[in-house]
């Protein structure tokens, strides 16, 4: 078996670099030619079915893909903008997983309503990676990406809970709503508990062992394995366990991990995740063989399936753009600083478009679909296939059609035109932010270190304060002995202290720091 296996998944990795140089030449986002390539593997003869235990599904590949994100997205942003985030990622779930199960239940025969909120629970939540992907060719405003990546991450949890509920309601026939309740506020609170408590663990871990970087990197990869596995074990939500627990460890990255650290870090996530993102959308074509074989079996034509998941998806944008209006009308009614009678342009009434025309579905979803368990009380369970060929189908169509037209509605039709004083106004920020951080390290060279007796004649210290104070760089480095050593690491120190107060300001765009410190480290 293992001699089977490891050939096809040394080819998928293979697959996957070869499809991304080929997307990044077609300037198209690379989850778009996975989900065309997991289709096309599909009807390659002869290649293994590739069954994973729907156990193991969530656990394998949800936590490094929580955990990475968690890491990347800016928490001040998050805070920032906590109430269109926590709506989209919280109310808009709910309300399109409500309609799935509606739709669902109404027009695919045997589907309950539990059994569409399965569905719905599944195909709820846009994917983060596909979106960030896609938005990399057009430019959308700072505001606009902060949402979108605050709301991926916390969407994962609310869609994988409604899930959780709706398989225990497909198996026992029914909820106990106080029961229900109780559970809900014990996933939701022992998980930030617990991955809080397991992310101070290793943090106190990396800062009081004599770790290096390879050793670093290694605890941060079995960081989120832990938190998910730990909430799980006391059924809490393991999803948010991840995403608290990676929250607070990116926000302390510094006091526990060094330059080094951080660095080979950022590069082993970026291979790891990438490299687990295109996996995910393999299998499912290893996998489309068997679900088609298994749908027809219950007597359901592939047209018909195929028009299932058509109607799903058409639902799923549909209510994504709905709430996208709905939250701008919000915003008008319930905003103070808005005069009496102000009319918006015609730019602000395509922005909620533009925000509900970027719910691309995307690995999450085939993971959750791929979890659903085989048999139900000993029975095969009811529509399992169809459910993951409806996933797949709605995660093709979001992908292709919205996926590609994207780029080409922004450009057109250009909602965020205004955007280049905001550039404008970055720009200058991170000029402050540079000529700031050089006057501070010179000040505090000279003050401390210019009546030094130690230092006085001394001519590498003489070429530093040169160096800080005419801005200028050289490349003689003989001056550099182990006395000038220390002094250049204090600087370096001193600099991430400095950039790590100015952060603290909410006007301060996070990815410009982080931008600086990422500079300093190297």
Same mark, same amino acid.
């Given at each position: ?25 077609l300037?198209i ?9 997991g ?16 156990d193991?599904?969530?656990f ?9 994100a968690s /890491? ?10 906590w109430?269109?985030?926590?709506s ?17 239940n ?7 309503i539990?059994?569409g ?16 992907a ?6 959308i ?18 869609s ?18 106080q029961?229900?309740?109780?559970d809900?506020?014990w ?17 106190r871990?990396? $800062? ?18 832990f ?30 991990l ?17 490299i ?15 679900i088609?074989s ?11 399936a195929i028009?299932?998941?058509v ?13 996208s209006y709905?939250?701008?009308?919000s ?7 808005i ?9 602000? /009434? ?7 025309w ?13 979890s659903?368990?085989?048999?139900l ?8 296939n ?17 996926g590609l037209?994207?780029p080409?509605?922004?450009? $057109? ?12 106004k ?7 932010? $540079?000529k ?17 007796e ?24 003989? /001056?550099?002995d182990?006395n ?7 600087m ?6 400095y ?6 300001d ?13 500079q300093?480290?190297?």
């Open positions: 078996m293992m001699h089977t296996l490891l050939p096809l998944f040394l080819m998928m990795v293979l697959m996957i670099v070869m499809l991304t140089i080929w997307a990044n030449k300037k986002a690379y989850p778009i030619l996975l989900v065309l390539a289709l096309g593997v599909s009807f390659i003869p002869g290649l293994p079915v590739v069954s994973i235990d729907p193991l599904i969530f394998i590949f949800l936590p490094p893909l929580l955990f990475e /890491w990347t997205i800016s928490f001040k942003e998050m805070k920032k903008w109430r269109i985030i926590g989209f990622a919280f109310l808009v779930v709910f309300f399109t997983a409500f309609l799935v199960a509606i739709v669902a109404k027009y695919i025969p045997g589907f309950s539990a059994l909120f399965v569905l719905g629970g599944i195909v709820s939540p846009p994917d983060a990676v596909s979106t960030g896609i938005t990399k060719f057009v430019k405003p700072k505001t606009t990406s902060a949402i979108l990546e605050g709301e991926s991450l916390l969407n994962d949890a609310s994988l809970i409604i899930l959780r509920f709706a398989l225990v309601a497909v198996g026992s026939g029914q909820i106990i709503w029961e229900a309740a109780v809900f506020l996933m939701l609170f022992g998980g930030v508990g617990i991955g809080l408590v397991i992310a101070f663990i290793f943090m871990i990396h $800062k009081k062992w004599s770790t290096d970087a390879a050793s670093d990197t290694a605890l941060t990869l079995i960081a989120p394995y938190m998910y596995w730990l909430a799980e074990q006391v059924h809490c939500s393991g999803v948010l366990a991840v995403v608290s627990g990676g929250l607070l460890m990116s926000w302390r990255r510094l006091d526990f060094s330059s080094s650290s951080r660095i080979n870090g950022y590069s082993v996530w970026q291979s790891f995740v990438f687990l993102n295109g996996i995910v959308f393999l299998l499912i074509g290893l996998e489309l063989p068997e088609v298994g749908i027809r079996a219950n007597g359901i034509p592939l047209s018909t028009g299932y998941g109607l799903v998806t058409a639902v799923l944008i549909g209510a994504r753009i709905i709430s709905i939250a701008l009308l915003t008008i009614i319930f905003r103070r600083n005069a009496r009678g102000m009319k918006l342009s015609r730019r602000s /009434w395509l922005s909620p478009l533009i925000l509900g970027t719910g691309m579905r995307g690995v999450v979803s085939l993971a959750a679909a791929l659903i368990p085989l048999t009380n000993g029975a095969p369970y009811p529509h399992r169809l459910i993951l060929f409806i996933t797949f189908v709605a995660i093709l169509l979001t992908l292709v059609i919205q037209t994207l080409y509605i922004i450009n $057109k039709f250009q909602p965020f035109r205004s955007m280049h004083v905001a550039e404008e970055q720009a200058e920020t991170r000029l402050q932010i $540079k700031g951080l050089k006057q501070h390290v010179y000040n505090h060279i000279k003050n401390k270190y210019e009546n030094d130690k230092w006085i004649g001394h001519v590498g210290m003489e070429k530093v304060l040169k160096h800080w104070e005419n801005q200028a760089n050289t490349q003689d480095i003989r /001056w550099i182990e000038i050593k220390a002094v250049l690491l204090e370096f120190e001193l600099q991430r202290q950039l790590s107060e100015l952060n603290k909410p006007e301060i765009d996070e990815d410009l720091i982080r931008s600086q410190i990422y300093i480290d190297l």
